[in-house]
């Protein structure tokens, strides 16, 4: 299904509360998009409670093992199904999936995003922890293995980090490289009618706005000739980022990946996994085709 805005949006959703804000804020940063939204379900397919009521002794098991998994590909549609109405609910029309897995989730969400034609992949992240923001297997996965852009959405978010999804502008990192230049292409691609900013980290690990940026399809001019925080620290990098992002009330942090790898995986680079990990708002990965 194409919507309006022809955009088509794989959710990874499995009941969290992350997996909500996901939706929720997606639904603010791509609004008329259309959902995808797959649950992914793996051994043992149901919960131990399930699983005692279903058990009636060993000369039972060829039975037992399959009332597990018709009761766990049951609850893997319902779930499905209550990510399909939070998404409706935000505004989204959806549809949804329920696929059985053996483990290598973020993989096979990739996978999907192929198969279904998405343009980009929606995840959330695990929340936070010791002050950083902790993502899971599944998000960490799919963002090194996707082929499409991938937003990660932190859990939870802030009242001023929720506030700016509407119409934040998408700040995305600048350096003058082609991973920055793709990023900034898809960044005007997929959230055509907001406000774009980019800004570069400069030797003294500050993030700044390039001058003049365009609020079109052309990529940023060029910046002063400098390092661009070549040499400084990842999360430097990543902090001062998120700053900026802060300071302009950005909706999304976006930052170019270093392209593919022979078997596919992308080479994130420190600045980008920092980012995912520091950014503290959504966060779109961009990988370089």
Known sequence: MRTSNGLRVLVGYDGSPAASTAIEAGSLLLPGAHA???HLWTPPYADAGLRRRLWTG????????????????????????VGVKLAVAAGWSAEHLARRTFGGEGVQLAQIADETGADVILVGSRGLHAGRALLGSVSDMVVHYSSRPVIVVPHPLLLEEY?????????????????AAQAWQRTRELFAGRPAIAATVGPDGVATVVPDTPDAAGAPPAAEPQEHGRHIRARTVAESLGACGRTNGAAVLVVGSR???????????SVAKATLHRGHRPVMVVPQS
């Open 36 to 38: 995808i939204v797959a």
């Open 58 to 81: 060993s000369r039972n098991l060829d039975t037992f093992v399959e009332a597990v998994e018709r009761e766990g590909g049951r609850e893997a549609e319902r779930l499905a199904e």
């Open 163 to 179: 506030s700016a999804l509407a119409q934040g502008p998408a700040l995305v990192g600048w350096d003058d490289s082609p991973h």
């Open 259 to 269: 392209g593919r790898s022979a078997t596919r995986e992308i080479l994130l680079g």
